[in-house]
């Protein structure tokens, strides 16, 4: 089979064509583009096929683990493919290491270190028991998602664009540091023993729930086709995203307990952006899942945040 490879404005990314067996899959020709190319490596590249000019359809994207006689129309000795560089790539589990790295090593020096001094504040600092559970809760939280990342978690793509590393970096790096800041701070004021102690529980049991809610999803892809579900059991079977509710739950527990301006614009920020992207799953899975020819139809679920949503 020989394999014509063209970028998007129609040029020739490889000179001549690439010959491959008839029963070669995508797998063999992203390799055999790398082998060509050196630069683009597997998954940078996303291949489709062309379409027509002024169309506006959306163009089939080649799908590694398939053959390629799948996509010719008929004619097995000829292919045309289009090519895209996706651009330097990064795997998942190195992504979410370095974005939730920042803050377990950022909020304790806050704690331990004499940061504020060195900001201009005068006096001895002291600190309340409220303080010394935020960063035992905080370290928690933020090392069982490192080692969800990477003993729990299986991911359906292999990589991510090397700029979201900096994008996320910044958003959890910083966010880190603001409630660091606030809650451990000379002036802070500690809620009552009583707040302190139902926000702290309350947190570590939606923490706990997190984690069996990410177990759930992990033995949905048992088979190793990394494919979607319908996830069911425990609160899956009364809300789509249970692992993003008590996610937001066990940052309002930590609220409640450490009641910061800081705490909450955070757990507002992530709040939306797990709403947002709670809906597109939701909808996924009711499109996968949608009763037709023989498919399962999608049960009738709270999206994220149950009784509201
Ligand atoms: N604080 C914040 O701002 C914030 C924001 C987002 C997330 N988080 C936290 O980070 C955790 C991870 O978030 P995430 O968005 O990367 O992943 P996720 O949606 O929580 O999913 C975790 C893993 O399960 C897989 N999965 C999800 N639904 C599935 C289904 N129906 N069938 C089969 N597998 C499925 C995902 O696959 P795919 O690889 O295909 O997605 C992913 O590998 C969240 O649960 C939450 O605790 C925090």
């Known amino acids: 089979m020989k394999v014509t490879v063209t970028t998007r404005s129609g040029r020739e990314l490889i000179k001549g064509q690439l010959e491959l067996n008839d029963s070669a899959t995508v797998t063999d020709l992203q390799e055999a583009i790398h082998k060509r190319t050196k630069k683009y490596y597997p998954s940078r590249q996303r291949l489709t096929l062309p379409i027509k000019p002024g169309s506006k359809e959306k163009p089939t994207v080649l799908q590694s683990k398939k053959s390629l006689k799948e996509y010719t129309d008929g004619n097995i000795d000829q292919l045309t493919i289009v090519f895209k560089d996706l651009g330097p790539q990064v795997s998942y589990p190195i992504l979410f290491f370095w974005e939730y790295l920042g803050p377990l090593l950022i909020y304790p020096i806050f704690y331990f270190f004499p940061v504020y001094q060195y900001l201009g504040f005068k006096g001895e600092r002291v600190i309340h028991p409220v303080q010394t559970?935020?960063?035992?809760?905080?370290?928690?939280?933020?090392?069982?998602?490192?080692?969800?990342?990477f003993f729990v978690h299986r991911f359906s793509h292999a990589t991510s664009p090397l700029s979201n590393v900096f994008r996320n970096c910044a958003y959890y790096w910083s966010f880190g540091a603001y409630i660091a800041y606030y809650v451990n701070h000379p002036l802070y004021t500690p809620v009552t023993d009583l707040q302190m102690k139902i926000g702290f529980g309350f947190g570590i049991l939606c923490q706990v729930s997190n984690l069996y809610c990410h177990i759930i999803l992990r033995n949905l892809r048992g088979d190793g086709s990394g494919g979607y579900q319908i996830p069911s059991g425990f609160l899956f079977n009364i809300v789509t995203c249970a692992n993003y509710t008590t996610e937001i739950y066990q940052w309002l527990g930590f609220n409640i307990a450490?009641?910061?301006?800081?705490?909450?614009?955070f757990l507002f920020v992530a709040a939306f952006i797990m709403t947002n992207w709670a809906l597109a799953k939701h909808r996924r899975l009711k499109r996968l899942f949608d009763g037709k020819e023989g498919r399962p139809k999608y049960p009738r679920r709270w999206v994220i945040l149950p009784p509201f949503l």
């Open 133 to 149: 559970y935020a960063l035992y809760y905080w370290c928690f939280h933020y090392f069982k998602r490192i080692m969800e990342t």
């Open 258 to 265: 450490t009641q910061t301006v800081a705490g909450y614009v």
